[in-house]
């Protein structure tokens, strides 16, 4: 029996990269993007699978919930919630209707998907769940000098690396997998959309991040960096938030006690 992936944002760059490889492997699919005739493009050149096209705006209720109904009632071996968009500006600069686009299709479409999806994976005793976040989501506590501002923007990919690591402790002993991919620079249209040059900057391709998705998930990883030779830097990072989090305590630290207000 043929296994059924659905990968959200497949039209263009990793999406298109998550569909062609998983369809080249032999899975039917299920693509979903905004623009239909590029869905109809990509199902008439790979009629060796079963490609079923759902034209679906993830920035709506209406486009989230529809595939989220899919996800319910398919039985998924894999979902990929890789849609997004850009936005990149600071958060005083971003247009409320931006901001809200990202929001819904960064955090809401992935977190109700895979929402959606988990319960009938349980059943099943199978299932993988991949999202696309970015190596931003690390970047929180870089200076203002060092990178460019885009708080929502990185503030969303970090969403999806804690919901990932959390999802997947909840599922522990189910049969479920979950994944966060965190690429660098990807070579895509992503970029180009937002009117942004990136010709001269070293980029990762599309196909090269799903080879490390796939690699990742027989290798275990939970959080999935393409680009990071040394495993040991992110296992630093989980540990100090660990260790963080283990540091709490009732009373009021000592910093705090004291002191006037100015």
């Not at 369809?23 to 050149?45: N, P, T, Y």
């Not at 997004?84 to 500006?89: E, F, L, R, S, T």
Request: glycine share 10%.
């Amino acid at each position: 029996m043929s296994k059924l992936a659905l990968v959200t944002g497949a039209t263009s760059g990793i999406g298109q990269a998550f569909a062609e490889r998983l369809a080249a492997d032999g899975h039917d699919l299920v693509i979903v993007g905004r623009r239909q005739e590029r869905l109809d493009e990509f199902a008439a050149a790979h009629t060796e699978v079963k490609v079923r096209v759902v034209a679906a705006d993830l920035s709506s209720d209406e486009g989230i919930d529809a595939v989220a109904e899919i996800a319910a009632t398919e039985p998924l071996d894999l979902l990929v919630n890789n849609a997004g968009v850009a936005h990149y500006m600071p958060l005083a600069d971003l247009p409320a209707a931006q901001a809200r686009e990202l929001v819904k299709v960064k955090v809401l479409a992935p977190t109700m998907l895979a929402r959606a999806a988990v319960p009938g994976m349980r059943e099943r005793g199978r299932g993988t769940i991949v999202n696309v976040a970015g190596m931003i989501a690390f970047s929180g506590p870089a200076p203002h000098a060092q990178m460019p501002r885009r708080a929502v923007y990185a503030g969303s990919l970090a969403h999806l690396v804690t919901l990932s690591q959390t999802l997947s402790a909840e599922l522990e002993g189910t049969g479920v997998r979950v994944q966060v991919v965190c690429p660098g620079v990807v070579a895509t249209e992503f970029h180009e959309r937002q009117g942004m040059d990136l010709s001269a900057i070293p980029r990762m391709s599309a196909a090269d991040v799903v080879s490390a998705s796939l690699r990742g998930l027989e290798l275990g990883e939970v959080v999935c960096a393409p680009g990071v030779e040394d495993t040991g830097l992110l296992d630093a990072v989980f540990r100090a938030e660990l260790a963080a989090f283990g540091g709490q305590s009732p009373e009021l630290a000592a910093r705090y006690r004291g002191g006037q207000i100015s």
